[in-house]
């Protein structure tokens, strides 16, 4: 199966050094995320979990119904399940219980039950998509993959017109959420892709 195809769950074996790009989807491909108020939610919980988990963002996109992180663990240590704990559990509470407060005929569409226990979920569950990234080359052409979702989905016509991606930033502009730098071991054997525009 192609590595794009987001439905694909496989996770690689992390090796020390290793960027992953993960994907991971709203519950049942539901737009939450068209709402500038939980993209905001969503950036500080990432802001909060590189911090707290010691990796470094290099890209992202999110789309109304899932989100594309490039992240380097900077320990030899990749506690993937903590990261994406870290960074989907606090926007789950905030977007549930605004449901709650303001929409509460969405709750049932995000009932899950088991057994004698109910559930509201926001996230698809599972881990998503974890795709290891070795070298620069490969880096590069996932970064300008997952900046061109909303160009192929129609959206924009250029990747940096999408306003949660951080295009902007690599075209020049601005991102809404800080990128760490890519390090110069990562770009240093890039060949003729225009490896200087990755590099600010």
Not at 130 to 157: C, F, Q, T, W
Request: proline letters at 6%; charged letters at 30%.
């Amino acid at each position: 199966m192609d590595w794009r195809t987001r439905e694909h769950r496989r996770r690689n074996v992390h090796e020390p050094g290793d960027a992953h790009e993960l994907t991971f989807s709203c519950y049942k491909k539901f737009a939450f995320l068209q709402a500038d108020r939980t993209c905001e939610w969503l950036a500080k919980a990432i802001n909060d979990a590189r911090r707290l988990h010691h990796f470094d963002l290099w890209a992202f996109v999110f789309m109304a119904d899932h989100v594309h992180l490039i992240i380097h663990p900077r320990t030899p240590e990749y506690p993937d399940d903590k990261i994406l704990s870290s960074m989907k559990i606090p926007v789950a509470r905030k977007g549930i219980a605004f449901l709650t407060a303001n929409a509460p005929e969405w709750l049932e569409k995000t009932t899950r039950r088991r057994g004698n226990k109910i559930e509201h979920l926001f996230w698809q569950s599972g881990g998503g998509f974890d795709r290891s990234i070795k070298n620069g080359n490969a880096l590069l052409e996932m970064i300008d993959y997952i900046h061109a979702n909303p160009v192929r989905r129609g959206l924009v016509e250029r990747p940096e017109d999408w306003k949660w991606s951080s295009a902007a930033w690599f075209a020049g502009g601005e991102s809404p959420i800080s990128l760490d730098p890519i390090p110069w071991e990562w770009l240093v054997d890039v060949k003729e892709i225009g490896w200087r525009r990755y590099s600010r």
